[in-house]
C-alpha cells in the first residue's frame, strides 16, 4: 500500500522510470537508462536524476551511476546495496572477475570480514570509496583473463567471480588483497577437497609469476596434498632466485631451499594451519 501511494506522489515520469526498474529487478540504473526509459533528453534526464536523489528516492553512487532506495527504508537516503553487485557496475564495458578476498568471501574461504571489494580487470582503474565500502581494482593482463565462473548473488542477479583455483592463485600472487598468505593458506584449507592440485599447477605455470610457483609448492606440501608429479612440475619451474612466503611482512625467517622461499611465517602459524 505504501508503495503504491509513494509511485502516486512522485509524478508520472518517476513513476515509470521506477515501476519499470522494479520490474526488471534493476535496482541499479545509469543516465542512459533514465533517458531511455522516460525519453527525456540527456540534460533534462541529468536534472531528473538529481531530483530523485535529492528526494531520497534514489543514491548516487558515482557520476552517471545510481541505485533506487528501497520503500522500505523509510527516509534513509544514503543506500549502496549488494557491493558485489555494485562492482560489477564500476566496471562496466570492461571484462571483470571478482578477485582476491572478495572471490574468497564468495566461495567461503574467509576466517575474517573484509571491509574492501576487490575487482581484476584488464585495464587501469581507479579505486573509490562509495558509502563506507572501499572497491579497489587489480590489473591483469588480458590474456591472463581465465579461471572465471559465473556466481549468483540472489535469484536474479548473477557476478563473475574467480574459480576456486584462481583464487588461491591471486591470493598467492597479492597476498596484500587477502589479509596476508595466512589467510590465503587458511581459505585453501577450509576448501582443500574441492580444489583440483593440477589446475592449480596448470593456472600458476601459466601465470608464470616465480612468487607464485614458489608460495603454491609450499603450500601444497604443508597442507598435505598427495600430488608429488603436480609437484615437480612446479619444481621444475623454480630458478635461483628467493621470494618471500608472505609479501606483507618483514624479510625475515629461514631460507628453505627446496621452495626457493625465506619463510617468514612463524612455525606457530604453520602448524595451526596444519591442525586445522
Known amino acids: 500500500m505504501r508503495r503504491n501511494h509513494h509511485l502516486k506522489t512522485l509524478g508520472p515520469q518517476a513513476a515509470k522510470l521506477i515501476t519499470t526498474l522494479h520490474e526488471e529487478r534493476q535496482p541499479l540504473f545509469s543516465l542512459r537508462d533514465v533517458e531511455q526509459i522516460t525519453r527525456l533528453a540527456p540534460k ?21 551511476l545510481f541505485i533506487l532506495v528501497p520503500f522500505e527504508l523509510g527516509r534513509e537516503r544514503e ?15 570492461d571484462p571483470y572477475f571478482l578477485s582476491h578476498a572478495s572471490a574468497m568471501d564468495l566461495h567461503g574461504m574467509l576466517t575474517q570480514p573484509q571491509l574492501v571489494v576487490y575487482v581484476t580487470t584488464p585495464r587501469a582503474v581507479r579505486g573509490r570509496t562509495i558509502l563506507g565500502t572501499e572497491f579497489r ?6 590474456e591472463h583473463l581465465f579461471g572465471t565462473v559465473g556466481h549468483w548473488i540472489d535469484k536474479t542477479e548473477k557476478v563473475v567471480v574467480s574459480d576456486l583455483e584462481r583464487t588461491v592463485i591471486d591470493g598467492l600472487k597479492q597476498p596484500q588483497f587477502c589479509g596476508g598468505f595466512s589467510e590465503v593458506a587458511k581459505g585453501f584449507w577450509m576448501r582443500r577437497h574441492d580444489v583440483d592440485a593440477g589446475r592449480l599447477v596448470d593456472y600458476a605455470l601459466r601465470l608464470d609469476v616465480g612468487a607464485v610457483i614458489r608460495r603454491l609448492g609450499f603450500l601444497l606440501e604443508v597442507c598435505g596434498i598427495d600430488a608429488p608429479a603436480d609437484l615437480e612440475r612446479l619444481r621444475a619451474r623454480l630458478t635461483a632466485t628467493y621470494d618471500l612466503l608472505d609479501p606483507t611482512l618483514p624479510a625475515e625467517g629461514r631460507r628453505l631451499a627446496r621452495w626457493r622461499l625465506r619463510v617468514n611465517v612463524t612455525p606457530e602459524e604453520i602448524e595451526t594451519l596444519r591442525s586445522a
Open 44 to 64: 533534462s534526464a541529468r536534472n531528473f536524476a538529481a531530483t530523485l536523489v535529492q528526494r531520497g528516492i534514489a543514491t548516487r553512487l558515482k557520476a552517471g
Open 137 to 142: 581494482f587489480a590489473r591483469c593482463k588480458p
Open 79 to 93: 543506500y549502496l546495496g549488494n557491493p558485489y553487485l555494485v562492482a560489477r557496475a564500476l566496471a562496466v564495458g
